[in-house]
Structures are given as structure tokens and as C-alpha cells.
């Protein structure tokens, strides 16, 4: 029984310390989520100027507010610190973020059937809803089938899919402002560059920091 309880302690699956760099990159993860939080609370004070996002203001709130919710969670769920000296809160953090991003990507899938642009952009978002629900399922089962290890990768690779909604807004004020791109073009190429990439780093990350384990 001992060899067993060993086998699941969230200590097995621990990374080394983290390095500078690692520290960096998570800080920036934090702070770049956090901004996308506060931004999107506008859509809570007052309607959209776009008609569009008007027209389907309840499915946009209640995708906008499952990202939110994931984004202020998802960064505190790979936290060493918090794994470590406050398990209890991790469980309970990442259940509420698990429940953020099935309310996301329901919401985001049903705003992708009517987004602007046509077949493109209903495809690129509404598969990255699909596989934002489909890799934070994946993780719920792992873990509540005591497998961390597996857990983690994907919660790696479903985080990466929440941060589509951080890369997004870094990629159009490029491709309008500095590129000076029309909005159809940048609004089809960002439906999927906001997230195929991220799944993409995810993978790699994947891959090159964990042992192989049961998917």
C-alpha cells in the first residue's frame, strides 16, 4: 500500500525547481491572462459597439465569461508552490476552471456557427472549441483515474487552447495596424493562428519534459 499511495503523490510527477527563465515565462502567462480578464469585463458594462456581437450577446457573455474564468484559474494550476503547499486549493481551482471551459467552449462553439467570414473562421473556432472541451475532458478523466502524470499533459495541452484567447489579441492589432491587412483576411487568418500554434508549443512541451505514460 505504501509503494501505491507513493505512486500517486503529486510529488512523483514533480518538474525540477524551476529555472529563471521558467519563472519568467509563467509571470508573463499570469499577467497577459490577467489583462485578457480585464479586457474582457468591458463586455459586461455595456453592449459591443458591433451589431453583430449584439445580436448574440447572451452566447458571447457566456463564452467571454468561461474564458475569463479559465484564464484568471489556468495559470495557478501549474504553479509548484501552490501544488505543493496547498493541494486542497488546487483541486478546488481546478474544478472551478474545468467548469470554465465547458462553459467556454459551448458558448465559443455556438458563436462559431454564426461568426463573421464565413466557412473559415466557422471551422478554425469552432474546432478550437471542440478541442478545448475535448482536452479538459481528458484531463477531468485522468486525474479521477489517479493518473497525474497524464493529467498534467493534458491540462498543458488544454491551457495552450485557452491562451488562444491571449494570442488572439496580440495577432489582429499586428495584422491591422502594423500590416496593414483588411479585416476579412486577418479575422480568417487569426481563427486559427490564435490556437494551432499554442497546440503545437503545447505538444512539444509535451513531449520534452514528460515520460511516457497512457494517453
Known sequence: ??????????????PPPESRLTTALWWLMLVTSLGVVAYGTRYFVALP???????????????IAGG????????????????????????????????????????????SVVSKQGLPTH????????????TGLKAYRKIRAGGIAAHRQWMIRNFGLTLAAVTLR????IMLAVLHWSF????????W???????????????????????
Open 123 to 134: 471551422l478554425g473556432f469552432g474546432i478550437l472549441s471542440v478541442l478545448w472541451f475535448f
Open 49 to 63: 459597439p458591433d451589431r453583430h456581437f449584439t445580436r448574440y450577446i447572451v452566447p458571447l457573455r457566456l463564452h
Open 184 to 191: 476579412r483576411p486577418t479575422y480568417i487568418t487569426v481563427s
Open 170 to 173: 496580440v495577432y489582429m492589432p
Open 68 to 111: 475569463m474564468g479559465a484564464l484568471a484559474a489556468g495559470p495557478w494550476q501549474f504553479s509548484r508552490w501552490l501544488r505543493t503547499r496547498a493541494l486542497t486549493f488546487h483541486r478546488w481551482l481546478g474544478r472551478f476552471y474545468l467548469l470554465a471551459v465547458v462553459l467556454g467552449s459551448f458558448a465559443g462553439f455556438a458563436m
Open 193 to 215: 493562428l490564435c490556437w494551432v500554434p499554442n497546440v503545437l508549443i503545447a505538444e512539444w512541451m509535451v513531449r520534452r519534459t514528460s515520460v511516457p505514460v497512457r494517453n
Open 1 to 14: 500500500m505504501a509503494q501505491l499511495a507513493q505512486s500517486y503523490s503529486p510529488m512523483s510527477v514533480l
